[in-house]
């Protein structure tokens, strides 16, 4: 998954430049670093040396809310990446003497303010989004909005070359801007290491461990741990009641587990998200009362839109292990402190993909992680 320096040009197509939207800012450092390294430890070390890639820029607002988008350095022939955290809420500003967290709505709006504070001038600008804003809301079922299309729409007609997102709710949103790029990677491999650092002890092979996808919906992230992986597969239907909504959602009336025997395995459940982890507890504790012997929660975002206290009690009881997860959006300050929360750092893995894009390098060994994730296991069993 590396990218091969030595096979690169002597020349980028443009100087690297990123830019953080407001709330975004702990990503785009930690990417940062990672070039800065990257870049020194390569043959091109001393043409692209630098001591920050990252311009410095904001998203002041007015006393009555209104805002505006400044960059404070030239962006003229330059590689622009912004980096855009739509779940970051965290960040407030003032409105009428309150704090007001930034929506999702907000953030998307200061990144198009910065994109349009660069008038033009950038050589390339790609949009850093791992979380896509509106992914949820990604068809039609009715009379209602298709979000995340509009969005990318906007972004194209605004100039931006290319998406870079992350295990996206529904990647077939991108057919809405078939003439932009749209890149959607995962964190398998960086979550089975951070995995493996924090147990040891564990081994994967189909005698210890196996999958469990959470619902249809997550099946292929699921079924790709287990074909990579070597695995038995099982899944649990959620069936819900489609004539009530709550929240937004029809609620689950039961899970139905298919599959072989948990008894005395290891489980690893992967989804894209936690919000507020109703459905993924219910599950795991049905797991654990079929025999399993640890149950491992795996998420490429973890919101925990309602908190962790559930997650705290379960944990106490046996329910689960561990939840692991990746920095990948804003994780709430209480998350970090919970004993079974394992955190994957995706800094560096950004830090390849924007390098490689950087040189018009084919990014097809970073898309597919299959032989990263054979090594570890090799390297595991062994």
Known sequence: MTPDFSVFGETPSAPIALVATPGAEELANLIDKRLIKLFSESHLGKKLQKDTFILKSDCPRFTNGDAKG?????????????????????VTYKLMGHDIPLTPDEHFANLKRLICACTGKAERMTVIMPM???GRQHRRNARESLDCAMMLQELEMMGVNDIITFDAHDPRVQNAVPRMGFDNYFAHYQILKSLVRKFPDIRLNKNQLMVISPD??????????????????????KRRDYSTIVNGRNPIVAHEYIGSSVLGMDVFVADDMIATGDSILKLAREIKEKGAERVFLAATFSLFTEGVEKFNRAYEEGVFDAVLSTNLTYRIPELKECPWFVEADISKYISYIIAAANFNESVSTLLDPSQKIRELVAQINQ
């Open 70 to 90: 400044l960059i404070y350095e030239t962006v003229r022939g330059k590689d622009l990446y912004f980096i855009c955290d739509p779940g970051n809420h965290g």
């Open 132 to 134: 896509l804003y509106g």
């Open 216 to 237: 249809e919906g997550a099946m292929t992230r699921n079924v790709f741990y287990a074909s990579v992986l070597g695995l038995d597969l099982g899944m649990f239907y």
